[in-house]
Nanobody
Framework: QVQVVESGGGLVQPGGSLRLSCVASGTIFSISHMGWYRQAPGKQRELVAM???????NYADSVKGRFTISRDNAKNTGYLQMNSLKPEDTAVYSC??????????????WGQGTQVTVSS
């Protein structure tokens, strides 16, 4: 089993920055992808950014140029640097970790999420 814990959320003014962290622990073979999703009240969960191995990335159009995803494989940790934050970025941000077992089976693990609020 793999546990995923996010941190770094909080309240920030428009134009400000936050850095989210996602730490995976437990039975880890090799993490394939780490991703950040967000869900705002009354809206569906959406993909914000995803990073594969050895580091390919993709971003939602709404965050391109403002957010940067990265990972430290040695620490099984992912990061989401969020700059130029807007009120519409307000949401619960959750980390998704994808791992394949020795038979090639895919396993998805989720954290409980961290609240990001952008408001003046």
């Amino acid at each position: 089993q793999v546990q995923v814990v996010e941190s770094g959320g909080g309240l920030v003014q428009p134009g400000g920055s936050l850095r989210l962290s996602c730490v995976a622990s437990g039975t880890i073979f090799s993490i394939s992808h780490m991703g950040w999703y967000r869900q705002a009240p009354g809206k569906q969960r959406e993909l914000v950014a995803m990073i594969g191995s050895p580091g390919s990335t993709n971003y939602a159009d709404s965050v391109k140029g403002r957010f940067t995803i990265s990972r430290d494989n040695a620490k099984n940790t992912g990061y989401l640097q969020m700059n130029s934050l807007k009120p519409e970025d307000t949401a619960v941000y959750s980390c998704n970790v994808i791992q394949f077992d020795t038979r090639g089976g895919r396993h998805d693990y989720w954290g409980q999420g961290t609240q990001v609020t952008v408001s003046s």
